[in-house]
Nanobody, 115 residues
Framework: QVQLVESGGGLVQAGGSLRLSCAAS????????MGWYRQAPGKQREMVGR???????NLADSVKGRFAIARDVGGNTVYLQMNSLKPEDTAVYYC?????????WGRGTQVTVSA
């Protein structure tokens, strides 16, 4: 069982920045993808961004140009740098990791963006 521990959420004003971190209990090299999803109240969970074991990033259209995702090369941590935050970015952000036949989730971290 892979454990994912998120950190870095909080309250920020619109236009501000936050960086989320997700530490896995195993090396990223043993996973196919790691990334972030978010879920706002009353809405479905959606992908924010993910990065492959080879380092290729993929971001949702709603955050392109504002967010960046990167992994710790040779390590076990993935980062989500969030800039120019908007109130609509308010959600619980979940770390996600996928292997060949498995999927894991973190407990989530709250991000709140005030207008």
């Amino acid at each position: 069982q892979v454990q994912l521990v998120e950190s870095g959420g909080g309250l920020v004003q619109a236009g501000g920045s936050l960086r989320l971190s997700c530490a896995a209990s195993i090396s990223i090299s043993r996973l196919a993808y790691m990334g972030w999803y978010r879920q706002a109240p009353g809405k479905q969970r959606e992908m924010v961004g993910r990065v492959t074991v080879g380092g290729t990033p993929n971001l949702a259209d709603s955050v392109k140009g504002r967010f960046a995702i990167a992994r710790d090369v040779g390590g076990n941590t993935v980062y989500l740098q969030m800039n120019s935050l908007k109130p609509e970015d308010t959600a619980v952000y979940y770390c996600n990791a996928r292997g060949l036949n498995s999927e894991y989730w973190g407990r989530g971290t709250q991000v709140t963006v005030s207008a």
